[in-house]
């Protein structure tokens, strides 16, 4: 199984809502990543998680906490958004080897996230 | 810093003709070397990825990458364009000890019948 899921495929919310959004493999991945794309741009890294800890936060706002309760999963929940964090957000995952091996990245398809 | 510079932003060819895109990375110590591939409101699809031992790597879809050390270049090739390559296209790099990848700003490659 190489698929990343991410749910919901879809979400609209308002200002003052909270959601969450939520990713999960099983393909032993221990580093998994969210992503912000909007349109016509790169993905931009956010968080890192490598064993289940969150070794790079690329100075996202505290509205974005991100959660990664086991090794296959990794939850990004959200409070107060602004509409400007409207977006793509994309999970991906990666074999653990921050020291020297070639792993690519598996993304899942991402979450269409409007905020209103 | 790292860093990934796709020339051409938009890229248009023919049905049936070569395609290829740009990368150049900017670090005198070659980093992991990735190409990856996203069709509308998809995730991204890994193309091809360079690993030592061969400047020329074969990836998915008739894809090809030739890493030339001295050029700083892993630049994409596919000798006969389809329909179906249409498509943005990242190339991307992870620094040595880093689990952080740097996308380039992509290329948009269009194909016309």
């Known amino acids: 199984d190489t698929e990343v899921t991410q749910t919901p495929k879809h979400l609209v919310m308002g200002m003052t809502n909270k959601k969450s959004l939520k990713c999960e493999q099983h393909m032993g991945h221990r580093a998994m990543y969210w992503y912000k794309q909007k349109a016509k741009k790169p993905p931009e890294l956010m968080f890192v998680?490598?064993?289940?800890?969150?070794?790079i936060n690329e100075s996202v706002p505290s509205r974005f906490s991100p959660e990664c309760p086991n090794s296959s999963l990794l939850n990004l929940h959200l409070h107060a958004l602004q509409p400007e964090d409207s977006a793509l957000y994309l999970c991906?995952?990666?074999?653990?080897?921050?020291?020297?091996?070639?792993?690519?990245?598996?993304f899942g398809p991402g979450t269409r996230l409007t905020v209103l | 810093a790292q860093s990934v510079t796709q020339l051409g932003s938009h890229v248009s060819v023919s049905e049936g003709a070569l395609v290829l895109l740009r990368c150049n990375y900017s670090?005198?110590?070659?980093?992991?070397l990735f190409w990856y591939v996203q069709y509308p409101n998809q995730g991204l699809q890994l193309l091809l990825k360079y690993t030592t031992g061969a400047t020329l790597v074969k990836g998915i879809n008739g894809f090809e990458a030739e890493f030339k050390k001295s050029e700083t270049s892993f630049h994409l090739t596919k000798p006969s364009a389809h329909m179906s390559d249409a498509a943005e296209y990242f190339c991307?790099?992870?620094?040595?000890?880093?689990?952080?990848?740097?996308f380039g700003t992509g290329t948009r490659l269009k194909v016309l019948a």
């Open positions: 991307a790099v992870r620094p040595t000890g880093t689990y952080k990848y740097i």
């Open positions: 998680y490598s064993y289940e800890k969150l070794s």
């Open positions: 670090s005198s110590v070659p980093p992991y």
């Open positions: 991906a995952s990666s074999q653990a080897s921050a020291g020297g091996s070639y792993n690519e990245q598996f």
